[in-house]
Nanobody, 118 residues
Framework: QVQLVESGGALVQPGGSLRLSCAASGNTLSIYVVGWYRQAPGKQRELVATITTIGNTHYADSVKGRFTISRDNAKNTVYLQMNNLKPEDTAVYYC????????????WGQGTQVTVSS
């Protein structure tokens, strides 16, 4: 089993920065693909960034060049560094951990609120 806890969400001004953390317990995150997703009110949940078990990364076009996903295996934590934040980044941010078994194994955290406003 894997339990995921997100933290780091806050109210921030446009142009500011935040670092979100996804801390895992129960098992090592190193064997999972980890993704960050976000969901704004009334909107579908969308993929923001992923990092594979070997460290390859992928970003949504809307955040490319501004956000960076990374792993710290010693702390069993995945981070999302968010720079140059825009009001349209406002959402609840969730992390998940996935293994492509049959059936797939997917764990979700509870989410953390990010609000970008002046």
């Amino acid at each position: 089993q894997v339990q995921l806890v997100e933290s780091g969400g806050a109210l921030v001004q446009p142009g500011g920065s935040l670092r979100l953390s996804c801390a895992a317990s129960g098992n090592t995150l190193s064997i999972y693909v980890v993704g960050w997703y976000r969901q704004a009110p009334g909107k579908q949940r969308e993929l923001v960034a992923t990092i594979t078990t070997i460290g390859n990364t992928h970003y949504a076009d809307s955040v490319k060049g501004r956000f960076t996903i990374s792993r710290d295996n010693a702390k069993n934590t995945v981070y999302l560094q968010m720079n140059n934040l825009k009001p349209e980044d406002t959402a609840v941010y969730y992390c998940n951990a996935r293994r492509f078994t049959v059936p797939p194994i997917i764990y979700w955290g509870q989410g953390t609120q990010v609000t970008v406003s002046s």
